[in-house]
């Protein structure tokens, strides 16, 4: 398929238009791509928030971050539940 002039090798991005801004939901990385077709820089996943705008992506990393946070909160509380109740079996 032929490229459009104008346009970037995706098709949909115009050469006019501005860069979407990036988050990454596997490893937070946030970054700037010119199309759509968007994987990460960082550790090539696919699974990318894109938006024209800084803020909503600003967002989206706050977002990602505070889940990460309560999942790492989760897992300790699991651990110490699991380090205290072998401690007290032996």
């Not at 002039?5 to 791509?33: E, I």
């Not at 992506?57 to 790492?72: H, V, Y």
Request: charged share 30%; glycine share 4%.
């Amino acid at each position: 398929m032929a490229v459009k002039p104008g346009y970037y090798p995706d098709g949909v991005t115009k050469y006019t238009d501005p860069f979407y801004k990036c988050v990454c939901r596997n490893c937070l990385h946030k970054f700037w791509s010119v199309t759509v077709d968007i994987v990460c820089s960082k550790c090539g996943s696919m699974d990318v928030f894109y938006d024209f705008d800084d803020g909503k992506a600003d967002k989206e990393l706050e977002r990602l971050n505070q889940s990460k946070s309560e999942f790492i909160r989760e897992n300790q509380s699991k651990s110490e539940f699991i380090r205290e109740n072998q401690s007290k079996s032996e």
